[in-house]
């Protein structure tokens, strides 16, 4: 189990960038896979991008809808992920969450939400017209 807590949230208009952090305690997140997911009222939660950042190799996966426009990337020494968010979109504004599962169910199911057991509070990212 590992505890997550994201920052990096604002406002932004249209064809802005942010970056949204992750920091992770309590496991080394070399040991998990990743995600990041998002959601707006009424809906469920998206996955945007997924990772694992490991010994056994660093993959990276990604909706289509971000595809080009965002980047996971990791910084082992302070334990911490992060998800550079370019070009932005009003299509982008939801409430943004990381989330940790075991390392070895990632890859075709790193967007699956139900699988993922840690999650952290949420950061909001608002992209204005």
């Known amino acids: 189990q590992v505890q997550l807590v994201e920052s990096g949230g604002g406002s932004v208009q249209a064809g802005g960038s942010l970056r949204l952090s992750c920091a992770v305690s309590?496991?080394?997140?070399?040991?998990?896979?990743m995600g990041w997911f998002r959601q707006t009222p009424g809906k469920s939660r998206e996955g945007v991008a997924g990772?694992?950042?490991?010994?056994?190799?660093?993959?990276?996966y990604y909706a289509n809808s971000v595809k080009g426009r965002f980047s996971f990337s990791q910084d082992a020494t302070k334990n911490t992920l992060y998800l550079q968010m370019n070009s932005l979109k009003p299509e982008d504004t939801a409430m943004y969450y990381c989330?940790?599962?075991?390392?070895?169910?990632?890859?075709?199911?790193?967007?699956?939400?139900?699988?993922?057991?840690?999650w952290g509070q949420g950061t909001q990212v608002t992209v204005s017209s």
């Open positions: 990772a694992y950042f490991g010994v056994r190799g660093s993959y990276t």
């Open positions: 989330a940790a599962k075991t390392w070895a169910r990632c890859g075709d199911t790193w967007y699956m939400a139900a699988e993922y057991n840690d």
């Open positions: 309590g496991n080394d997140v070399r040991n998990y896979c």
